[in-house]
């Protein structure tokens, strides 16, 4: 088993739709969550960090549950530019260096 | 704006070559990592460093080797490469512990071996 899984996708959706994207991860001893955007032909760029309340910015949503050890990311109506591929990254501890990602989600905003 | 500067985008170098990938961070971070990148698998660990002089293995650390003289350097070395080690390669920089672990990226090297 993968310790960081994703859909790889591709999800196509319609501008203005709601989709969620799901993570699990294998390690309960992970301590910090992160979700990251890749445009094609990119690099990866921290989208936002999850806490474990559950924290929002803008249209994105984020929430951790530890019990079932998994992440998601909420994106509420969703723009063109929102096309690009979504890591679920995966901190096993505070040094920030044990951190693993997922290999994935493309989401595809369509007009 | 942090930046992280790999030395060349795309390179095309034949088997047995021996590759050195450079890169260099202007935000004087401790934490500087190489990272390949393949379709289906993901960013894959290969070596990281938390210190000038100090390394440490990844999760495909074999046929790769590593240098860092000076804090904003590191080098990914591969003494003799191979079609496998084909790919993306990403390197990555952060500040130590407590920071919340956001990595800061290059721009990606894209090595074919022939």
């Known amino acids: 088993r993968k310790e960081v899984e994703q859909d790889p996708g591709p999800f196509n959706v319609p501008e203005g739709a709601t989709v969620a994207f799901n993570c699990t991860y294998s390690?309960?001893?992970?301590?910090?969550f992160f979700w990251y955007r890749q445009d094609c032909r990119k690099e990866p760029k921290l989208l936002m960090s999850?806490?474990?309340s559950g924290n929002e910015d803008g249209r994105f949503t984020a929430q951790l549950n530890r019990a079932s050890q998994y992440i998601s990311l909420l994106i509420r109506d969703s723009k063109l530019s929102d096309s690009a591929t979504y890591l679920c990254?995966?901190?096993?501890?505070?040094?920030?260096?044990?951190?693993?990602f997922g290999g994935g989600t493309r989401l595809m905003v369509k007009p | 704006d942090v930046k992280v500067t790999q030395s060349s985008r795309y390179l095309v170098k034949r088997t047995g070559e021996k590759v050195f990938l450079e890169c260099v961070q202007d935000?004087?971070?401790?934490?500087m990592f190489w990272y390949r990148q393949d379709p289906g698998l993901g960013l894959r660990l290969i070596y990281f460093?938390?210190?000038?002089?100090?390394?440490e293995k990844g999760d495909i650390p074999e046929g790769y080797s590593v240098s860092r003289e000076k804090k904003e350097r590191f080098s990914l070395i591969l003494e003799s490469a191979s079609t496998n080690q084909t790919s993306m390669y990403l390197c990555?920089?952060?500040?130590?512990?407590?920071?919340?672990?956001?990595?800061?990226f290059g721009e990606g090297s894209r090595l074919t071996v022939l």
């Open positions: 935000m004087d971070h401790e934490n």
């Open positions: 999850v806490y474990s």
């Open positions: 990254v995966v901190n096993g501890n505070n040094a920030g260096n044990m951190l693993t």
């Open positions: 990555a920089s952060s500040f130590p512990q407590g920071a919340g672990g956001e990595l800061f």
């Open positions: 390690n309960s001893a992970s301590q910090s």
């Open positions: 460093s938390y210190d000038v002089k100090m390394k």
